[in-house]
């Protein structure tokens, strides 16, 4: 997949063009607000008071796919997601225009002075939205466009497990990934395909349900929005939920109200803290920014699960 340049340099000369083609609006001010592993956000204030979001990304296809994905989560839930303006491509350039949602996300540590009262009403908010798109399922297990598996853990193994330990313990035997860390997969990996084969229901996930893309009301602590998927498909609920985590996911309680409010397997945590590691170590296959602190994170939690593990199996 072709790298493309989303740096802001660029993003910036070549914004107010495609946005004057696509609205017939002129764009009377560009401001960076925040970026991921694959893109770049703008705030953009147009000529008739709209503001509008626009994403610029670093890999081709991902601003239609999110567009899609946007499209069919938003119909699937009451919690508010931005609304698909336009997409734009070129040989160089892929971009995704969105309406502006208010809020802060809340990675935003002043969200962490809220009481407990206010936390918690804000994850059953969250896990109430949530288990919306969880209650949507579907025969088979992949694509939102064309699922083809019929067990979530054949998809698993077939798409994600096998080729991302493939292709990191190559950079691992390169030295361009840890060699203790890849250890730690190798052997999580044998236990995760050990247990007990769950007989789980293909439902509907957001993909990338961290902290970054949970917005709220920074005065009241409500929640206003869900944004940025990056993965959604047909998959077993547990797969949604490691992004819960990341970073001080834990501070507000997330990962544990969905839990009290929707029972997961019996082996749910290590099977969460598993999905986390991987996707976090597959980062750097696919050119994404990856961050040391959530990757280091995501492996102390694995390696806590699997001694808690080996206690019981």
């Not at 008071?49 to 081709?60: F, H, S």
């Not at 806590?304 to 019981?312: A, Q, S, V």
């Given at each position: ?19 004057y ?14 970026g991921?592993?694959?893109?770049r956000v ?14 610029g ?5 991902m601003?239609?796919e ?15 997601m931005?609304?698909?303006l ?21 990675l ?13 009403r ?11 798109l ?7 297990f ?9 067990s ?9 497990q ?6 990191l313990k190559?950079?691992s035997d ?48 409500k929640?206003t929005a ?9 998959a ?37 803290a ?26 102390a939690?694995?390696?806590?699960e699997?001694?808690?593990?080996k206690?019981?199996?």
């Amino acid at each position: 997949m072709k790298i493309l340049d989303n740096s802001d340099k660029h993003l910036q000369s070549i914004l107010p063009r495609i946005i004057y083609e696509k609205l017939n609006k002129e764009a009377i001010k560009i401001k960076f607000i925040g970026g991921g592993s694959y893109g770049r956000v703008y705030k953009v204030f147009l000529s008739d008071g709209e503001n509008i979001a626009v994403k610029g990304y670093k890999l081709q296809k991902m601003h239609t796919e999110e567009a899609h994905q946007l499209d069919f989560l938003a119909k699937n839930t009451s919690v508010k997601m931005p609304t698909v303006l336009f997409t734009y491509e070129d040989d160089d350039t892929a971009i995704l225009a969105m309406s502006f949602v208010e809020g802060q996300n809340v990675l935003n540590p002043v969200y962490l002075l809220k009481s407990k009262r206010q936390k918690q009403r804000f994850a059953d908010e969250v896990i109430s939205g949530i288990l919306e798109l969880h209650s949507v399922t579907n025969d088979k297990f992949g694509s939102l466009s064309n699922p083809i598996y019929n067990s979530w853990y054949d998809y698993y193994k077939t798409e994600r497990q096998e080729p991302w330990l493939k292709a990191l313990k190559k950079l691992s035997d390169n030295e361009k990934f840890d060699k203790k860390k890849m250890q730690l997969l190798f052997d999580a990996t044998r236990i995760f395909n050990s247990l007990p084969k769950e007989n789980t229901v293909p439902v509907l996930i957001h993909g990338d349900l961290n902290i970054m893309n949970i917005m709220a009301d920074p005065k009241t602590f409500k929640l206003t929005a869900f944004i940025d998927p990056c993965g959604s498909i047909w998959a077993d609920r547990e797969y949604d939920l490691f992004q819960f985590r990341n970073m001080w996911g834990d501070a507000y309680g997330l990962y544990e109200t969905y839990k009290r409010k929707c029972p997961l397997s019996e082996f749910a945590d290590f099977r969460v803290a598993y999905y986390g590691a991987m996707l976090e170590a597959s980062m750097r296959l696919k050119g994404g920014h990856t961050i040391p602190l959530w990757e280091d994170l995501n492996f102390a939690r694995l390696k806590k699960e699997m001694k808690k593990i080996k206690e019981k199996i």
